[in-house]
């Protein structure tokens, strides 16, 4: 069974600090692209950060960048979304999704078929 397992949110100050963890399991996450999305209540999934199958292209929304890194790790099967300098508009629940082969530089929630269950990262003072 494929599954797709978030960990890391939380609470946290602003200007702060947290890394998110997708685990991936019964498959391995070489071949896939992986996106990590959000969703803030009474607003739209949106694509916060992609990386490309082979690593080559990736995509930051104009929101995260300089904040945000996506990477991963091959050999512990598992994406990661380190967040910094977080800020309160960053409060959202995030998901990590997982597409085979998807050579799309778009980072929308539509190409991606594995989702795993959220994570709430919560930015307050």
């Known amino acids: 069974q494929l599954q797709l397992v978030e960990s890391g949110g939380g609470l946290v100050q602003p200007g702060g600090s947290l890394r998110l963890s997708c685990a991936a399991s019964?498959?391995?996450?070489?071949?896939?692209?992986i996106g990590w999305f959000r969703q803030a209540p009474g607003k739209e999934r949106e694509g916060v950060s992609c990386?490309?199958?082979?690593?080559?292209?990736?995509y930051y929304a104009d929101s995260v960048k300089g904040r945000f890194t996506i990477s991963r790790d091959t050999a512990k099967n598992t994406a990661y979304l380190q967040m910094d300098s977080l800020k309160p508009e960053d409060t959202a629940v995030y998901y990590c999704?997982?597409?085979?082969?998807?050579?799309?530089?778009?980072?929308?929630?539509?190409?991606?078929?594995?989702w795993g269950q959220g994570t709430q990262v919560t930015v307050s003072s």
């Open positions: 999704a997982a597409q085979r082969l998807l050579f799309s530089r778009r980072c929308v929630p539509g190409l991606y078929g594995y």
């Open positions: 019964g498959f391995t996450l070489d071949y896939y692209a």
């Open positions: 990386i490309r199958h082979d690593n080559s292209s990736t």
